[in-house]
């Protein structure tokens, strides 16, 4: 690691709390915490998009009726 820093954790509501010093900032609003042992890693959130949500989903096996393709009613100019 290349920078270090003593902090304080406190308490807020319910939750135990560490406030992050400027100079160690994360991008964005999210961030992922992992627990290895005693050991906590927070890393910024990778940033979804619809493409990469979509990426994700699995194929829908079930079989869908058909769907009749009826005329436009008609539109009165």
């Known amino acids: 690691m290349g920078s270090e820093r003593h ?4 308490r807020n509501g319910r939750n135990q709390a560490v406030r992050i010093p400027t100079e160690f900032e994360l991008p964005g609003e999210d961030a992922v915490m ?7 890693t927070i890393e910024p959130a990778e940033r979804r998009t619809l493409l990469g949500v979509l990426a994700g989903l699995q ?15 008609p539109v009165e100019i």
């Open 7 to 10: 902090v304080k954790l406190f």
């Open 34 to 40: 992992r627990r290895k042992g005693d050991r906590l």
């Open 59 to 73: 194929p829908i096996e079930a079989e869908f009726p058909p769907i009749e393709d009826a005329p436009p009613d």
